[in-house]
């Protein structure tokens, strides 16, 4: 609490000094689903090529941050601004044009597309995006299983098939809803050199996780979230030092 | 020359009429199916919107002169047009509401268009002549097929293959099948949906359109002409299975012929074979022949 407080208190921190925004900024951010209000003012940001995590424990609201910075939950108030464009008032397709890409937590394959047509399905919504041939040398099981229907896969296949598919359409920031969960320890592993080498080809990454060993690994920054709004931040240096705190917030 | 006892003329005859059926069948249940795919309620405004399709012909050729082939593109271009009008100011607004209020709103609709074409040109209906390229017949030895139903029959189903092909095998048809499944990813993904399910209603309505001009030398253009025939389309797609491409094509042509054979053996029972055959899909496989069940 004391921590959300200095945050909401010093406003607008470390970027005002160094001008330039960063990629992402949520600030104040609100949420309703009809009459539940989930979001309760939801401030962090995510500076250009950085992976950042929305940690927490199941209910706190972090799949609701990113359908809302996505434009999918239709009821939000407060600040999301992209590349220092505000997109609060913008409707999802408007959102993903803007160059923001998003893998839900229930990876969303489509069962009547085949592999290939659910790779392809995402279009290209700027230049620099992931050419076909890259994206089949990072997941070379889509190739060899580019013909059968996309829900014939693996779970761990569907998950690289989710993310593959948004890396070709020119996106630079990734939002990617917990996508170790319910994996093998090896496919888990692999998730974690993929993210790691997205970060090296450029890509910002903001990562929903509750699996702390694995975004302790591959985030540069944490930030906690509880009941709709983030209570504490830590930079990766600090994350050593905070070890109990953090897995006392998750309760794990 | 016999087939079970019945003339083989009459018998081929019978099922000349039944695919004849079947191929209007194809075309509007196509359509619907379309349409309930991605807006996800029935068009109950589809038989009306056929019965336009033939009017807007005939108006067309009484009017301006514009002929056959013309209509034939030009009038389910601009039921089409039509369609696509009354689903974004009629339709989207009350997307989000049940989907009872879209059946009810397309029933609506129904009773509006053909009260006002009953207004203005009664029920007995107007003729529409067969072009003059596709009079006449062949002589198949044993029976004698009008030139005019045999490209009825070659129009549906190159009408169904081309949409077919595009649902199945082109990327946009990829985009409205993935946009049936789950609209807001898609949308997350920058596709601009609202737009795809109005160009998808502005397709369905064009094809009962197309059906329309078809129908148009074969029937009286008539009023009513839509309500005679979409309480069957929609028993068709219901066996074969709400939604489904595949499964409004064959069913829609299979269920013409099986009516056509109807005819033949035990023709007191053909005009609620469908409806029968509905019962027992419903009972058997509730999700239709070619549905996924739930
Ligand atoms: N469609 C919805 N309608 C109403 N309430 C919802 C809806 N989706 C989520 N909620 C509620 O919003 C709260 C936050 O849910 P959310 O899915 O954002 O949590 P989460 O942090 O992603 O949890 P998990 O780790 O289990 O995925 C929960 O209390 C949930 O019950
Ligand atoms: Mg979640």
């Given amino acids: 609490m004391t921590r959300s407080a200095t945050i909401a208190r010093s406003g607008r921190p470390i970027w005002v000094k160094c001008m330039a925004e960063p990629l992402l900024v949520v600030d104040q951010l ?6 539940s209000h989930i979001l309760h003012g939801m401030s962090f940001e995510v500076g250009k090529g950085e992976i950042v ?26 600040s999301v601004r992209y590349e220092g464009k505000e997109t609060i008032k913008l409707s999802a397709n408007q959102i993903a044009r803007s160059g923001i890409a998003f893998c839900p937590e229930e990876r969303g394959i489509f ?14 919504i700027a230049q620099g995006g992931m050419s076909t041939e ?25 998950q690289m098939l989710a993310i593959a598919r948004i890396l070709r359409t020119g996106a630079r920031l990734l939002l990617l809803d917990e996508p170790t ?27 929903v996780e509750q699996n702390f060993r694995f975004a302790e690994r591959v985030g540069d920054r944490h930030y906690v979230v509880e009941h709709g709004e983030v209570v504490d931040r830590f930079e990766r240096d600090e994350v050593a030092a905070n070890r109990e705190k953090i897995t006392g917030y998750l309760g794990v | 020359m016999d087939f079970l006892g019945i003339p083989l003329p009459v018998f081929m005859g019978q099922l000349l009429i039944g695919l004849i059926n079947g191929a ?32 807007v012909a005939f108006l067309l050729l009484d009017y301006v002169g514009i002929g056959y082939w013309p209509a034939l593109i030009l009038s389910p271009l601009i039921v089409g047009a039509f369609g696509m009008v009354i689903e974004r100011f009629l339709l989207r607004p009350i997307a989000d509401l049940d989907h009872l209020y879209g059946l009810l709103l397309t029933f609506g609709l129904a009773l509006l268009l053909e009260g006002i074409f009953r207004q203005v040109y009664g029920v007995s209906g107007e003729t529409y002549a067969i072009p003059a390229s596709l009079q006449g017949g062949f002589n198949l030895g044993f029976m004698f097929l009008p030139t005019y139903r045999a490209w009825v029959i070659v129009a549906a189903v190159i009408v169904c293959g081309a949409t077919w092909f595009l649902i199945e095998q082109t990327r946009l048809g990829a985009t409205m099948r993935a946009a049936v499944e789950n609209a807001d990813l898609v949308r ?19 094809l009962a359109a197309f059906a329309g001009v078809l129908a148009a030398p074969i029937y009286s253009v008539n009023p009513l002409m839509g309500s005679n025939i979409i309480i069957v389309v929609f028993a068709i797609v219901v066996i074969g299975g ?10 829609g042509f299979m269920l013409g012929l099986f009516e056509g054979l109807t005819r033949v053996f035990y023709p007191e029972a053909s005009n609620i074979i469908i409806f029968v055959v509905m019962a027992v899909v419903l009972i058997v496989r509730p999700a239709g022949l070619f549905g996924k069940a739930a």
């Fill in chain 1, 181 to 207: 969960e319910g994996l093998a320890p090896v496919i888990v592993e692999k998730i974690g050199e993929i993210i790691t080498k997205l970060r090296e080809e450029g890509f910002t990454i903001l990562l």
């Fill in chain 1, 134 to 158: 890259r994206v089949y040398e990072l997941f070379p099981i889509l190739k060899t299983r580019g013909n059968s229907q996309g829900t014939k896969l693996s779970g761990g296949e569907q």
């Fill in chain 2, 242 to 251: 709400l939604g489904s491409i595949k499964g409004a094509i064959a069913s």
């Fill in chain 2, 188 to 206: 997350a993904f920058g596709v601009n949906v609202p737009l795809l399910v109005t160009l998808t209603y502005g397709l369905g309505v064009g």
């Fill in chain 1, 53 to 78: 995590t929305l940690l927490g424990r199941n209910g706190a609201g972090k799949t609701t941050t990113l359908r809302s910075i996505m434009g999918l939950v239709k009821q939000r108030s407060g």
């Fill in chain 2, 24 to 55: 209007f069948y194809a075309v509007l249940s196509l359509g619907l199916a379309l349409i309930f795919g991605l807006l996800n309620i029935v068009n109950f405004a589809h038989g009306a919107l056929y019965m336009v399709g033939a009017f």
């Fill in chain 1, 30 to 35: 609100q949420s309703w689903y009809g009459e």
């Fill in chain 1, 111 to 124: 069962s009547s597309l085949t592999v290939k047509e659910n790779l392809l399905l995402p279009p290209e």
